[in-house]
């Protein structure tokens, strides 16, 4: 139980933190009263009820006044319930279930007697906890956190707006072909924003136009009769968006096609091109040779180059820059945003000395130090957690630290993340902070301000369970607050666990540069959880980086090499010879045999002796009801979601290439409508992570792990996958197929078995991987 003494209530009124089962308010202070009434006595709860004796609901703000004269219930200020408790948020009323354990497992942290003056205390955040500036609570909107004003709409979107208005002639908020044609014909300027560079006044005497047009209006709708103005804004925004430096090199290449500049060329013309110019045929078909297609007979090349056409015409019998633009701009993908790297030495940080272990822990602060950033110690603040500590005295030394420096990010560690705390409350840093340990006066995160907290699920001092500090960062602002976990995994068949979380002293802090990469995250321009994730990509060698982009990182970018009629992967043949002297094969063997840059914690031992193991044969999977029904839906699906939390897609970033060991890989690769069955999967019977379908980072580990089984050859095989993971979060072994909520009602899509360099990636979806290739080896 954690049962320490808060801080006196302006009458003198005294309260005990709540524990297991049991809230209870005790003291003279006003406010005090029976259940249901507002005058003197005490109430109490025990069991199943709400606030007061006896289960019976009180009054909202019934009980006394805490140290900021806001009325409580039950022991919890008004909309701070504790987690899942069934209160009322907002209005204090009572739930209907039993009084839910306190956050801390066994309460051996027991903040000073009398609670730190000038610093807030009370019970657990709930989502929507308390403003930490608020100071008193007149009416429920002033418990409430004033709501972020809404997004400006930006030029593009108002323009496109008034577009869609114009086009809706009919008033079902969705545009058919016959509008589109019709408002691009008649009104120039629609016309001059959604098709600049074509004459559309002429739609209907020109077939050419026509064709544009109407290609036009399938890129937009999806290929659906109508779209609406969702889908309208997001394609012109998602186009806005391409590099200049694509748009030049795409009409580079079309120039190279169109070499008697007639506007636009025909299927043999095409051929022709290819066979004889080998920048456009390796840019337009990477690792098929059309130099002597003919001369040989290949007829996979051209089968190859006929099914490339036909794609890009969509049924035309010549394809023009539009055609040949649209195209690659859906099958390729703008260069990897590896995000505007942080110039450590141009930032500040500001240390809070007390609690970051400069005795215990010294390695932690000489981290930052040797990092390249400009550091400075605040040892002048005595430690916080003393008896009756006068916080309100020695805010003012952090203040005159701040203002003489000028950081632009304050980290602090234990017993020190109550200043931090106090500097929030206060207003006096409102600026990027880093926050080691959740410290027990942090009740909730500010509002509009980037924070990243770092939390060991065996923290022996500060023992909050992990659904606390989930709820403790869904108080911050969307998209600028991120969660360092380290949970402990699920046992493996030996009754060891594969990894153990961090415990006060975090240690996984001191490996692969963790600590300053989240400084890093903190202070970069996007969102700190998203700048994380990218930073994973580092934990991979340019080398393997390079091949992988080579090989591309979206459904379409796969099938550039499909040898199937049509390429679509409808043949019964399934499985395809990579032939050992084309450029393909020699890409998926250098990523399969990719070391990391940093040593793995899985099978770290022999890398040379991996170097040397001979790859036999690599065969492409195409399996064209696989990808169209289950793995391109749901990707589309996964792009949408992500863009709908405010964040930009990022084919390399939210999707990668795994490894995978199966028994079932004849089954995974013919199997019409999903290769992997999540829910029914673990890890070699052990759901060290949650329930779902395990891949590896490195092939190396499935090989060594034993997870690679023996084909019909005799040899060991694994599958390399295109893996779509999303935004994951680090997994935990009581995760039954549902992961946990990211922001409103977006949950996270994958789970890892750490966040700093994840080896192990687990889906609940069978729709987030593809096959792509089987690699039998020795």
Same mark, same amino acid.
């Given at each position: 139980m954690w049962a320490h003494q808060m801080p006196p209530s302006p009458a003198g009124g005294q309260y005990m933190r709540p524990g297991p089962g049991m809230v209870m308010m005790q003291g003279p202070g006003p406010g005090q009263g029976m259940p249901g009434s507002h005058g003197g006595g005490t109430p109490r709860r025990s069991g199943p009820g709400g606030p007061g004796g006896c289960g019976a609901p009180a009054p909202m703000g019934s009980g006394p006044l805490n140290s900021r004269g806001m009325g409580q219930v039950g022991g919890y200020p008004f909309g701070a319930g504790p987690p899942n408790s069934g209160l009322h948020q907002g209005y204090g009323m009572p739930g209907s279930g039993p009084c839910p354990p306190s956050p801390c497992r066994t309460g051996t942290f027991l903040p000073p007697r009398g609670g730190v003056q000038g610093v807030p205390q009370a019970g657990p955040p709930s989502p929507r906890g308390l403003d930490p500036n608020c100071r008193s609570y007149g009416s429920l909107a002033?418990?409430?956190?004033? $709501?972020?004003?809404?997004?400006?709409k930006t030029e593009l979107e108002i323009a496109l707006e008034g577009a869609f208005a114009t086009m809706d002639v009919d008033g079902t908020a969705t545009i058919s072909l016959l509008e589109f044609v019709e408002g691009v014909r008649s009104h120039p300027k629609i016309n001059n924003l959604l098709l600049p560079s074509c004459d559309a006044t002429r739609v209907m005497d020109d077939e050419r136009i026509f064709d544009e047009v109407s290609c036009a209006f399938d890129d937009i709708s999806g290929g659906r009769q109508r779209f609406d103005l969702e889908r309208f804004i997001a394609y012109f925004k998602d186009k806005s968006r391409q590099s200049p430096d694509k748009e030049a090199k795409l009409r580079a290449m079309y120039n190279q096609l169109d070499v008697n500049a007639e506007g636009s060329i025909s299927k043999l013309h095409l051929i022709d091109v290819l066979r004889q110019n080998l920048e456009v045929a390796t840019f337009m078909l990477p690792g098929i040779d059309c130099h002597s297609m003919l001369k040989r007979s290949d007829e996979d090349a051209f089968d190859a180059v006929s099914s490339l056409f036909s794609a890009i015409a969509r049924g035309k019998k010549r394809i023009d820059y539009g055609d040949f633009a649209a195209y690659f701009h859906?099958?390729?993908?703008?260069?990897?945003?590896?995000? #505007?790297?942080?110039d450590r030495s141009t930032k500040r940080v500001l240390i809070i000395g007390p609690g970051f272990g400069g005795q215990m822990n010294p390695k932690q602060g000489q981290m930052i130090e040797a990092s390249g950033y400009q550091v400075r110690w605040c040892h002048e603040v005595p430690n916080p957690e003393?008896?009756?500590?006068? $916080?309100?005295?020695?805010?003012?030394?952090?203040?005159?630290?701040?203002?003489?420096?000028?950081?632009?990010c304050i980290i602090s560690a234990s017993k020190g993340g109550a200043y931090t705390t106090a500097l929030w409350t206060t207003t006096m840093w409102t600026g990027p902070t880093v926050m080691i340990n959740a410290h027990p006066t942090c009740l909730m995160l500010p509002r509009n301000q980037r924070v990243v907290v770092a939390q060991g699920g065996n923290d022996e001092v500060y023992q909050w369970d992990r659904a606390y500090i989930e709820n403790l960062m869904a108080t911050g602002s969307a998209n600028l607050c991120f969660l360092y976990f380290t949970p402990n995994s699920g046992l493996l068949a030996s009754g060891v666990r594969s990894r153990v979380g961090d415990k006060h002293n975090m240690q996984s802090l001191l490996s692969y540069d963790t600590l300053p990469r989240l400084i890093d995250a903190c202070l970069s321009n996007e969102s700190?959880? $998203?700048? $994380?994730?990218?930073?994973?990509?580092?934990?991979l060698t340019p080398e393997r980086l390079e091949n992988e982009a080579w090989l591309g990182y979206t459904p379409r970018q796969l099938r550039r090499f499909w040898m199937s009629a049509g390429r679509r992967g409808a043949d019964s043949q399934k499985l395809f010879i990579v032939p050992r002297d084309t450029e393909e094969f020699k890409r998926v063997v250098a990523v399969f045999k990719a070391p990391p840059s940093e040593t793995p914690t899985y099978c770290?031992?022999?890398? #040379? #002796?991996?170097?040397r193991r001979r790859v036999r044969n690599v065969q492409r999977v195409e399996n064209g009801k696989q990808d169209d029904s289950n793995f391109t839906p749901y990707y589309e699906s996964l792009k949408s979601s992500i863009e709908s939390q405010g964040l930009d897609f990022e084919p390399g970033v939210h999707t990668r290439w795994v490894f995978h060991g199966s028994p079932a890989i004849d089954a995974i690769v013919k199997n019409p409508s999903a290769g992997f069955q999540p829910l029914a999967s673990g890890s070699s019977g052990a759901t060290l992570w949650g329930h779902g379908t395990?891949?590896?980072?490195?092939?190396?580990?499935?090989? #060594?792990?034993?997870?690679?089984?023996?084909?019909?050859?005799?040899?060991?095989?694994m599958v390399m996958c295109l893996l779509a993971t999303g935004i994951p979060c680090v997994g935990d072994p009581d995760h039954h197929g549902i992961l946990p909520i990211r922001q409103e009602d977006y949950r996270y899509n994958s789970a890892v078995d750490d966040l700093s360099s994840p080896e192990i990636f687990n889906i609940t979806h069978p729709g987030a991987a593809y096959a792509a290739y089987v690699i039998t080896f020795e």
């Open positions: 002033a418990l409430t956190p004033p $709501m972020p004003p809404p997004p400006q859906k099958v390729g993908s703008d260069p990897i945003n590896l995000g #505007e790297k942080v003393t008896p009756n500590f006068p $916080m309100v005295q020695h805010l003012p030394v952090l203040k005159a630290a701040i203002d003489d420096f000028r950081p632009d700190p959880e $998203m700048h $994380m994730i990218r930073s994973w990509r580092d934990r770290p031992g022999n890398p #040379e #002796e991996w170097q395990y891949f590896a980072r490195d092939a190396k580990y499935v090989a #060594e792990g034993g997870f690679a089984k023996p084909g019909p050859d005799g040899y060991p095989r």
